[in-house]
């Protein structure tokens, strides 16, 4: 099923469940999917791909993350804990992200695959990972693994 759909079958049994915080992040998610939308009417393929969705749903998941951190350092608890919510609910529409591990040796495959030697080929590698691994990937904690692996 396509994440649209989920979306709405999702919204539609939280609010039959009366799942208010989980109806206001669906809500969301939803609105945030149509202003993508509206912004992709200007391309001459207008289409919004899985992919992008995916690459919106996870900027919605950073974004919510500074603002856990930012709320507990403000002693705000209370909107730290609205906020770990909608992330919980957020990621629960995306692919599992790879552990340390997978991350590390898919960085490797990728030096090895584009016979990275130095600083200047980081580009290529980062372009490696993003076309096998895009959905489950941190991009931000592969970039450092390929900068530490190819400066030293």
């Keep these: 099923m ?11 049994a939280a609010m039959k469940a009366g799942d208010a ?9 939803l609105s945030k999917l149509k202003d993508t939308e509206i912004a992709a009417r200007t391309r001459p393929d207008p289409a919004v791909a899985e992919a992008e969705i995916m690459a919106m749903l996870r900027g919605m998941v950073k974004s919510r993350r500074e603002s856990v ?10 909107l730290a804990d609205k906020e770990l919510a909608e992330i919980a609910v957020i990621e629960g529409f995306l692919p599992r992200q790879m552990d340390a591990a997978a991350t590390e040796a898919a960085v490797r495959a990728a030096i090895a695959e584009t ?5 200047k080929d980081m580009g290529k590698v980062m372009a490696a990972l ?9 991009m931000a904690a592969a970039g450092a693994l390929v900068r530490a692996a190819l400066a030293g």
Excluded: C, H, W
């Design 69 to 78: 951190e930012l709320y507990t350092k403000g002693n705000r608890p209370e």
């Design 115 to 119: 016979s990275a030697a130095g600083i």
């Design 130 to 138: 993003r076309a096998r691994y895009a959905a489950e990937l941190d």
């Design 21 to 29: 915080a989980r109806v206001s992040t669906l809500r969301m998610v």
């Design 2 to 12: 396509e994440l649209r759909a989920q979306f709405t079958e999702q919204l539609k």
